[in-house]
């Protein structure tokens, strides 16, 4: 999956906890994002980075915040998970074309379950 | 808001068929519209992409067809095969470093 490694790859928590996600790449893209997909809604963004320690909100950021400290990483967290977080979580990369669009790579996923 | 509108949800074609998945716009600031494959299990990949100055592009058995006009494009497989079953996800982007919208999918199963 072009050097993308998502983790963990499956966890279940509880509502209320705090859960980081983290998406480590060996391509040094520039640019990285987080999606989730979920059934009738496809795949909608949640935050994206276009480089190290900037980052910006995508369409379904309330509840989630996100930290790049590095190039290579790029960590999601849900400060307090609730049921409606529920979901299958991707990390994407880019950056090998002028525009961040030109190709996105994605992780395999992360599918977390909040109960 | 949907900003990119895709149907349909789902598709089932017979083996050697052609399927047929469409998708509308409403952005005229969109200029990059790829087609993204993807097997259960595995994260999207970009299947085919085209930009409006072209009305269409072939890649083997994969076709965009694009109506600038109508704010429409669409991905025809011709000869579909079982391999093709997946989920099909259309998207768009403006020029520059906006990151893409994604419609909601369609399914496809190709029954032999």
């Known amino acids: 999956d072009a050097g993308i490694t998502q983790s963990p790859r499956h966890k279940v928590t509880e509502t209320g906890t705090p859960v980081t996600l983290r998406c480590h790449q060996t391509?040094?893209?520039?640019?990285m994002y987080w999606y989730r997909q979920d059934p009738g809604h496809g795949l909608r963004l949640i935050h994206y980075?276009?480089?190290?320690?900037?980052?910006d909100k995508g369409e379904v950021s309330d509840g989630y915040s996100v930290s790049r400290s590095k190039t290579e990483d790029f960590l999601l967290t849900l400060e307090s998970a609730t049921s409606s977080q529920t979901s299958v979580y991707f990390c994407?990369?880019?950056?090998?074309?002028?525009?961040?669009?030109?190709?996105?790579?994605f992780g395999s996923g992360t599918q977390l379950s909040v109960l | 808001q949907q900003q990119v509108k895709q149907s349909p949800q789902s598709l089932i074609v017979q083996k050697g068929g052609i399927s047929i998945i469409n998708c509308a716009y409403e952005?005229?600031?969109?200029?990059?519209f790829p087609w993204y494959q993807q097997f259960p299990g595995k994260g999207p990949a970009l299947l085919i992409a085209i930009r409006p100055d072209v009305s269409e592009k072939k890649e083997g058995r994969f076709t965009i067809s694009f109506n600038k006009s109508a704010k429409q494009f669409s991905l025809h497989i011709m000869d579909s095969q079982p391999g093709d079953s997946a989920t099909y996800f259309c998207?768009?982007?403006?020029?520059?470093?906006?990151?893409?919208?994604f419609g909601k999918g369609t399914r496809l199963s190709v029954i032999a």
């Open positions: 391509e040094n893209h520039r640019y």
């Open positions: 980075s276009y480089g190290v320690k900037d980052t």
């Open positions: 952005n005229t600031a969109f200029d990059y």
């Open positions: 998207a768009a982007s403006p020029t520059g470093n906006t990151p893409l919208v």
């Open positions: 994407a990369i880019s950056g090998t074309g002028a525009a961040t669009n030109e190709k996105l790579f």
